[in-house]
């Protein structure tokens, strides 16, 4: 079985080809990085008109890697949702276009879901499993118990978690993308037990047992920091030994949020795996304070590979699969959803009125 994945929900235009025998045949990410890193940010619409510009060109991209042609696909998969409504509106018509135009299935894809099941790709993960959802836009904990079926545990009161790393790098004067930005200066911090003693930082939330998330008090902090420094541009170190603080400090939050998350996990359920998944889940130190708490508890940590982290088709493409095998699709008349909540039970989150229960 051959499958197209089409991810069009934030800045990557992005199409793959995947087997339900777990081969990537193709993954073709065009980053719009460039485009937005003048403005700090992503713009919607900029997103939107570059989507539209290079999605023809990406799919074909994927096809002539992979080596096959339209009529040997079985079926198409979409990004239908959370994501910037333009982008995911192009990516999910030129699915819905090929789809009817080759008679295959069409598979409307929650990006979420697609983060979430990326290990199952990789890795074979067997359910149930718990998920550490981090990313510029999200910042959850769930448990998938089973194609579709999600339990939210934990998530933001504010911020995400690479919302924060962004905004805080941009505080710093250092381009977008403000994770990777902030991981690549906070490597040549010289003592990290000096950068960490210069600049503390709040732990929001810790101690208390829920699972929930807050990061923009940390924000604030670095905010604080920066403006006690000497007026002007900031000093190499001065980046450096803040950046090594921050990073430090949201890895062990997320940490501290998880043992919550891991402790009830193992009481309820019969399963040994922590999922980290998202584009923050490519950042080596949190990655290696997951790894210290989870062998803490006799768990597996599975990450994504690098290339698998960020948005891509690749993750669309197998979730479609995912879908299919149980023999499910969608009509074309599906609809874009700008926010679209892995749970849909889980109750809404006093405080949360910037994100909502969208994820």
């Known amino acids: 079985m051959n499958v197209l994945g089409i991810e069009t929900s934030c800045d990557e235009t992005a199409a793959a080809i995947v087997t339900d025998n777990r081969e990537i045949l193709s993954n073709v990410v065009l980053s719009q990085l460039e485009t937005h890193a003048v403005y700090g940010g992503v713009v919607p619409e900029i ?45 999910m018509m030129s699915a819905k276009a090929i789809a009817a135009a080759k008679n295959i299935p069409f598979i409307g894809i929650n990006h979420l879901e697609a983060h979430a099941l990326t290990a199952r790709l990789t890795d074979n993960i067997e359910f149930p499993y718990l998920i550490l959802l981090v990313s510029g836009g999200h910042s959850q904990i769930l448990v998938a118990e089973d194609i579709g079926i999600y339990k939210r545990w934990g998530t933001t009161l504010d911020d995400a978690a690479g919302e924060c790393f962004d905004k805080s790098a941009k505080l710093m004067g250092m381009p977008y993308a403000g994770g990777v930005s902030i991981e690549k200066i906070a490597k040549t911090c010289n003592n990290t037990a000096a950068a960490i003693k210069r600049f503390p930082l709040p732990s929001p939330l810790k101690g208390r047992k829920d699972c929930n998330f807050s990061f923009s008090g940390l924000k604030t902090a670095v905010r604080t920091h920066i403006d006690k420094l000497p007026t002007g541009d900031l000093e190499q170190k001065d980046i450096a030994d803040l950046s090594y603080a921050l ?29 980290v998944c998202g584009g923050v889940s490519a950042n080596q130190t949190i990655k290696a304070k997951l790894e210290e708490l989870t062998s803490k508890y006799n768990m597996k940590l599975c990450t994504p590979p690098l290339n698998l982290s960020g948005d891509n088709g690749a993750m669309i493409a197998w979730a479609g699969i995912e879908r299919l095998k149980r023999g499910q699709n969608d009509p074309l008349d599906f609809k874009a959803r700008p926010r679209w909540a892995l749970d849909p039970n889980a109750a809404p989150i006093h405080g949360n009125s910037k994100k909502g229960n969208k994820a």
Request: net charge negative; glycine share 10%; aromatic share 4%.
């Open 47 to 91: 997103a939107a008109r570059e989507h539209l510009q290079h999605i023809d060109k990406v799919i074909k991209a994927a096809l002539s890697d992979a080596d096959i042609n339209f009529d040997e696909l079985d079926g198409v998969a979409a990004t239908c949702g959370p994501g910037l409504i333009g982008g995911v509106m192009i990516g």
């Open 247 to 275: 990073q430090n400090k949201m890895a062990d939050i997320l940490a501290d949020r998880c043992e919550n998350a891991i402790q009830r996990f193992l009481a309820e359920y019969n399963g040994n795996t922590l999922v």
